[in-house]
């Protein structure tokens, strides 16, 4: 297990750094064109994460996309954070890195956030597609904890005839109101 202690920032040549084969990551061409705009604008400002093998070999586990879209000469150097992880550990701060399960939700204040930056920046706005977030602007603010369903379904007269059924569960129901 690697603590912050043993993980060192690094200026690496990028033609010493390795993609990690296994990366489930795309992007498209559209985002990657955004990701440049954003990486030309504002540079790294993120750091790359690199994986220091027992041989020596440097594997990128975070910043795949980065270094695509800074598309670096072979002899530029980098500025990195170095790890020193099992193949399974590296793996899983991979996913760590990318998981939007570990990065939290929008809340109502996007679209705020969104209008203020497209007011004053709209070209910026624009090259970092910005206005795509406002998809996921939350329809009602439910404190971050994502939309959940229903503890149970309201009560409804149950003597009447079934005018639906739930497709899933085959719940049945009137549609009326006791």
């Not at 060192?8 to 559209?30: H, T």
């Not at 220091?52 to 975070?62: A, F, T």
């Not at 369903?149 to 739930?166: R, V």
Request: glycine letters at 8%; hydrophobic letters at 35%.
């Amino acid at each position: 297990m690697t603590t912050d202690s043993e993980n060192e920032r690094r200026l690496v040549r990028a033609g010493d750094l390795k993609p990690a084969a296994y990366n489930p990551r795309a992007i498209s061409d559209e985002a990657l064109e955004g990701l440049r705009n954003s990486v030309s604008r504002f540079g790294i400002v993120q750091p790359l994460v690199v994986n220091e093998r027992e041989d020596g070999e440097l594997r990128v586990v975070g910043g795949h996309q980065r270094i695509r879209a800074l598309n670096p000469d072979p002899d530029d150097e980098l500025d990195v954070v170095v790890v020193h992880l099992s193949d399974a550990e590296e793996k899983a701060l991979n996913l760590a890195l990318n998981s939007g399960a570990l990065s939290g939700t929008w809340t109502l204040d996007l679209k705020i956030v969104l209008d203020e930056v497209r007011a004053e920046l709209p070209d910026l706005s624009a090259d970092l597609r910005l206005p795509e977030l406002e998809l996921d602007v939350p329809l009602f603010d439910d404190g971050g904890a994502g939309a959940q369903p229903p503890g149970e379904f309201k009560s409804y007269d149950e003597s009447l005839e079934t005018e639906y059924q739930c497709p899933k569960c085959g719940y049945e129901w009137s549609g009326k109101r006791k």
